[in-house]
């Protein structure tokens, strides 16, 4: 079952070459085995990895555990692959290793090194930018090492080459998994503090006793659309590779649209016609969902009015009417098996085509560490009671 995901994309310009990589994942239910996915997904080329650990992190000074440089050596567990320390994964595939014994908790920071001894022949590296989670960078190898101590070692908020981490749980525990964009990716989040939305629904889940043994699962890309591939693929076609083809999954969510409208030609036609289509491929995924009988939730758009169009270049009458339609046929026509009123949440009670401003963190789109922490305490727990049973596959 998945405890931990992301969602890829390609950045170019990027070789690692003799190159070590230390990233660190949260795992959001308790394993006493895990095995880990590694991604290609977006290469042009062959992507050789040489060698692969895992291990707890230690928190130097001023550091979290989520972003720690450091790992505890005595924990250092070597993956192998098909019973290989070392694979060649091909362009557009993905790589699983062994199962290894790694007795973790609900909410427990591991890190992950990996060292590439030849790099990537090309510039179409898979990735995960905007990680909100600080990863470090080093020529050499330092997959068994506490620190990387090499002068060329630097850091950047990105993750590489990750898809998830499955762990070996009970039938009883399920997975929760969230296709979204910058703002479910957590977007003016702090750093390296897990402060998603999906971050702080699963801390409440984790308290409550019907939902404890539910792990969460975001699959999140900024700049992301519904109906049009930009940084990473389309939600429509992200469908079966970020919902479906995920382990243990039993629910999922959609919370996406904003940037379909965004990017949208400003034009009554042209927003006409955006939102016919995201309605249209709101049912779409829908009618995908509920096919494997897993119960699909959506929620309304949030406000990106502003003063004006220079403030945030989406906030037009013609692109807020827009919002304001789709939002209305998200929360009555029933289609999604429950409706996050994520909106309702977030704007401001005096101008509800804006974020209320104690939400916002400045470009009147994105919610600040404040609005992320209200909507997961807005989220209704109760829902995953009620589809614990799945839903029909064909509704």
């Known amino acids: 079952m998945d405890v931990y995901a992301t969602t890829d994309r390609n950045a170019t310009n990027l070789v690692f070459y003799n190159s070590t990589i230390r990233q660190t994942l949260r795992i959001t239910l308790p394993a006493q085995q895990v095995r880990i996915r590694l991604t290609n997904a977006f290469g042009l080329n062959d992507l050789p990895i040489t060698r692969v650990t895992v291990a707890l992190?230690?928190?130097?000074?001023?550091?979290?555990?989520?972003?720690?440089?450091?790992?505890?050596?005595?924990?250092?567990?070597?993956?192998?692959?098909?019973?290989?320390?070392?694979?060649?994964?091909?362009?557009?595939?993905?790589?699983?290793s062994d199962p290894i014994n790694f007795p973790l908790q609900a909410g427990q920071i591991i890190s992950i090194t990996m060292y590439l001894q030849y790099g990537q022949a090309s510039n179409y590296v898979t990735s995960h930018p905007g990680s909100r989670t600080q990863i470090w960078l080093s020529f050499g190898d330092?997959?068994?090492?506490?620190?990387?101590?090499?002068?060329?070692?630097?850091?950047?908020?990105?993750?590489?080459?990750?898809?998830?981490?499955?762990?070996?749980?009970?039938?009883?525990?399920?997975?929760?998994?969230?296709?979204?964009?910058?703002?479910?990716?957590?977007?003016?989040?702090?750093?390296?503090?897990?402060?998603?939305?999906?971050?702080l629904l699963f801390n409440r889940m984790q308290t409550y006793g019907p939902t404890k043994d539910i792990a969460v699962v975001n699959q999140a890309a900024g700049g992301n659309?519904?109906?049009?591939?930009?940084?990473?693929?389309?939600?429509?076609?992200?469908?079966?590779?970020?919902?479906?083809?995920?382990?243990?999954?039993?629910?999922?969510?959609?919370?996406?649209?904003?940037?379909?409208?965004?990017t949208a030609d400003n034009t009554t036609a042209n927003q006409t016609e955006t939102g016919d289509r995201m309605i249209q491929a709101y049912k779409q995924m829908i009618t995908r969902v509920h096919t494997f009988g897993i119960p699909f939730f959506g929620s309304t758009i949030t406000p990106f009015?502003?003063?004006?169009?220079?403030?945030?270049?989406?906030?037009?009458?013609?692109?807020?009417?827009?919002?304001?339609?789709?939002?209305?046929?998200?929360?009555?026509?029933?289609?999604?098996?429950?409706?996050?009123?994520?909106?309702?949440?977030?704007r401001d009670p005096a101008?509800?085509?804006?974020?209320n401003p104690i939400?916002?963190?400045?470009?009147?789109?994105?919610?600040?560490?404040?609005?992320?922490?209200?909507?997961?305490?807005?989220?209704?727990?109760?829902?995953?009671?009620?589809?614990?049973?799945?839903?029909?596959?064909?509704?």
């Open 225 to 262: 659309r519904i109906l049009t591939d930009g940084n990473g693929p389309n939600a429509l076609g992200r469908i079966d590779r970020d919902v479906l083809a995920q382990s243990g999954i039993n629910y999922a969510m959609i919370f996406e649209g904003v940037n379909d409208i965004g």
């Open 57 to 96: 992190p230690i928190a130097e000074a001023g550091q979290n555990l989520t972003g720690a440089s450091a790992i505890n050596t005595t924990t250092i567990q070597t993956l192998t692959f098909s019973g290989n320390e070392s694979i060649i994964i091909p362009d557009a595939a993905l790589a699983v």
């Open 351 to 355: 101008n509800p085509e804006q974020l």
């Open 305 to 346: 009015g502003a003063p004006n169009d220079t403030i945030q270049t989406y906030s037009t009458p013609q692109r807020l009417a827009t919002r304001d339609r789709v939002n209305a046929w998200i929360r009555t026509s029933g289609a999604f098996d429950a409706v996050i009123d994520f909106d309702a949440v977030v």
């Open 359 to 395: 939400y916002n963190s400045g470009d009147y789109l994105h919610p600040n560490q404040l609005g992320y922490n209200v909507m997961a305490r807005a989220f209704p727990l109760d829902i995953f009671e009620k589809y614990q049973n799945g839903v029909s596959m064909f509704m």
């Open 142 to 199: 330092y997959t068994s090492a506490q620190n990387m101590t090499d002068v060329s070692t630097t850091s950047t908020f990105h993750w590489f080459f990750l898809s998830a981490v499955e762990a070996w749980t009970s039938p009883q525990k399920s997975a929760f998994v969230v296709v979204g964009d910058s703002i479910t990716d957590g977007r003016a989040s702090y750093n390296n503090a897990n402060g998603r939305w999906t971050d």
